[in-house]
C-alpha cells in the first residue's frame, strides 16, 4: 500500500521513514520499562451482551497473571499517582484531584453532591467503559510474558465478536445489506464498489469512526500474521512470521481490493494516535509528574525517555487535523460526538464478551489505548487550556490510561514495522 490517504494530508511512505527509523526502537524501549509493562485489568468481567459463556480451552489463550511481590510496590500503591509525595498525601490529593477547589465549610451532602458532578464531569469525556481495578477480580499482567499473537482462537466465537463490532456499532444504515465485517465473504466487485461509494457518502466522522475500527482490526491482524504459531512439539515451539496468513487477509487480489483498504486504515489509525500524543506533551512536562514506580534512578530516565518521544513525535510535519471533526453547527456536532463516544464505549465493553482470555487482554488495551486518545483529542478541558497556559489541572489521566495509550500505539508502530518485514519476505520469495 502507498500514497495519499483519505481524509489526510499525509502519506504511507512519510509514516513509514518517520516510524520505523526515528520512533519504533525508542518506543519498544520505553514499553519494556516496568511502568509500562505491568497492567491491571479485570478478565473476568461478564459479557453485558449475551449469556454464552464459552472460553477458549487452547493453552495459548491462557493468561498468566502476576504474583503480588512481582509488581513494583510503587506500581501497586499508586493506581493513578504520579509521584512520591502524592503517594504519601493519598486522602489530600484524591480531594484535591476529585473535588478541585472545594470549600471546606460547606455540608457533607454538598460535598458528596460536588464530587458526583466531578465524576461525572470525568467521565463525560471518556470513550470508554473502564474497568474496576479496585475488584477483587482485578490483576496486574506482565504485558512481555503475555505478548500478542497468534492462538487459535477462530471461528464463529470470534466472527461474532467482530460482526457485533461492525454491524451494530459503526453508524451502518439499515439500507445497506452487504455486510461490513471484512470477515464476511464478499459477494462480487459491484456490491463491492456500492458499499464503499456509501462509505465516502457518509459524514467525515462517521468515515472515521469505521476507518478506526477497520484499522485496529487490521492492526491486530498483522500481528496474529506476524508471531504465527509455526511449530508446537514436545522438542519445540516456533512463532513467526506466516506470509500466506498475511497475504490471505491482505493481498489485493486474494481480497479483492479489500486488504489495501484495510492497511490504510491502520495507517489513519496510527496518525490519529500520533496526533493525541503530541497534543498531550504538555500533561507529561508537568514537572510534578513522574512515571512513578518507587525506583527514582529509572523513574527519572523513563520520564525523560518519554519527553524524547514526545517531542519527536510533535516535530511530525503531517498530523491529522483533528478540527476537521466535529466542526460543524454546534449543537449537532455536540450530539455526534456524544453518538461516537457511546458507539466507542460500547465496543470497549463488546471486549469481556471474547472468549479468548489472551484476546481479551489484548483488545481491552487496545480499545482502552485509542479511547484515551480520544478523549485527549475531544475533551473540552483539555482544549480550553491549551497550548499556550499548558494543561489544566482539570484534565488527568490515569494510570491506566497512560500505560494503555502507549501500548496501543506501541502495538500499531510495531503493524506499520511488520509491514515493512512482510514486503521484504514477499519480496525476496518473487
Known sequence: ?????????????????????????????????????????????????????????????????????????????????????????????????????????LSEETQKAVLQWTKHDDSSDNFCEADDIQSPDAEYVDLLLNPERYTGYKGPDAWKIWNVIYEENCFKPQTIKRPLNPLASSQGKNKENTFYSWLEGLCVEKRAFYRLISGLHASINVHLSARYLLQDTWLETKWGHNVTEFQQRFDAVLTEGEGPRRLKNLYFLYLIELRALSKVLPFFERPDFQLFTGNKIQDAENKMLLLEILHEIKSFPLHFDENSLFAGDKKEAQKLKEDFRLHFRNISRIMDCVGCFKCRLWGKLQTQGLGTALKILFSEKLIANMPESGPSY?????????????????????????????????????
Do not use: M
Open 394 to 430: 482539570e484534565f488527568h489521566l490515569t494510570r491506566q490510561e497512560i500505560v494503555s495509550l502507549f501500548n496501543a500505539f506501541g502495538r500499531i508502530s510495531t503493524s506499520v514495522k511488520e509491514l515493512e518485514n512482510f514486503r521484504n519476505l514477499l519480496h525476496n520469495i518473487h
Open 1 to 105: 500500500v502507498t500514497g495519499y490517504l483519505d481524509d489526510c494530508t499525509c502519506d504511507v511512505e512519510t509514516i513509514d521513514r518517520f516510524n520505523n527509523y526515528k520512533l519504533f526502537p525508542r518506543l519498544q524501549k520505553l514499553l519494556e520499562s516496568d511502568y509500562f509493562r505491568y497492567y491491571k485489568v479485570n478478565l473476568k468481567r461478564p459479557c453485558p451482551f449475551w449469556n454464552d459463556t464459552s472460553q477458549c480451552g487452547i493453552r495459548d489463550c491462557a493468561v498468566k497473571p502476576c504474583q503480588s511481590d512481582e509488581v513494583p510496590d510503587g506500581i501497586k500503591s499508586a493506581s493513578y499517582k504520579y509521584s512520591e509525595e502524592a503517594n504519601n498525601l493519598i486522602e489530600e490529593c484524591e480531594q484535591a484531584e476529585r473535588l478541585g477547589a472545594v470549600d471546606e465549610s
